[in-house]
């Protein structure tokens, strides 16, 4: 997604040439508010030419006007925006339309609509929507994900740490702000962002479509909502580890505790108890 304000210095479609070349397979356009209409008009039709040159989608946000008029493949909506259905009216079949939801009964509402996909979040903390909520977490995004047919994307905080995890939650892909479009190198960042992609695809259990977030992550997810930060560690609850403060305050120890199953993860026959240590 493009940011309203490109950094200083920084052209936008030099930003969106450089993350269609990174990887990215969609870009959507996110104008000022305040922007002319003619000016978007101007901006978009260019970033779709690029876009269809890279075969990536083109979606323009809000602005169903401005998506007709330059041939894009789709338009997002907010709960604010024009109606789904009123879109779909308008845009008629072969029209991509996505929305943003925040609830099961809202995604259900805009699948009955006639939306193409959701947009779901925002998962994590974000400062770069200024209209955002607070974060919902993964838990939230699988249980709309489990709520409807439609493809679910994942909004808000997401970034190359984080993007495998939500991917492994469910989500059938992730869009991001300030982890791309604000980055110093941006073909760089979307390479490292569809990297994470892949690898939360390979994480995702098999045959547990239903499950909202599966065995850990699901866990970890729950746990982290219901316990206190942490007073003391510098990296608190995650995956597998902990950054604690040593003596002097500063961060010195990395704490990890983790499951192995014999004839899962090893084998008697094979290793010694201090090479499994």
Known sequence: MTAEEPPPGRDQKEIVRAALAGGATAIQ????????????????????????????????????????AVGADGVHLGQDDLPVAEARRLAGPGFIIGCSVENVEQ?????TAGADYLGVGPVYPTATKADAGPATGLYHLGTVKAATHLPVVGIGGINQENAADVMAAGADGVAVIS????????????????????????????????????????????????LPPPRTATVGIGDDAAVLPGPDGRPAYVMACDLLVEDVHFHYGTGTAAQLG
Do not use: M, Y
């Open 29 to 68: 356009l996110r104008a000022k508010k305040d922007e002319p209409g003619r000016l978007q008009v101007e901006l978009a039709r260019e970033l779709a030419a690029l876009c269809r040159e890279h075969g990536a989608l083109f979606i323009v946000n809000d602005r169903l006007d401005v998506a007709l």
């Open 179 to 226: 982890a791309v479009s604000l980055a110093q190198d941006v073909e760089g960042a979307a390479a490292r962002l569809a990297a994470a992609v892949r690898e939360g695809l390979a994480r995702r259990p098999r045959g547990d479509a239903a499950t909202p977030v599966a065995g850990e992550f699901r866990l970890i997810d729950d746990l982290s909502r219901i």
């Open 107 to 111: 995604a259900q509402a805009a699948a």
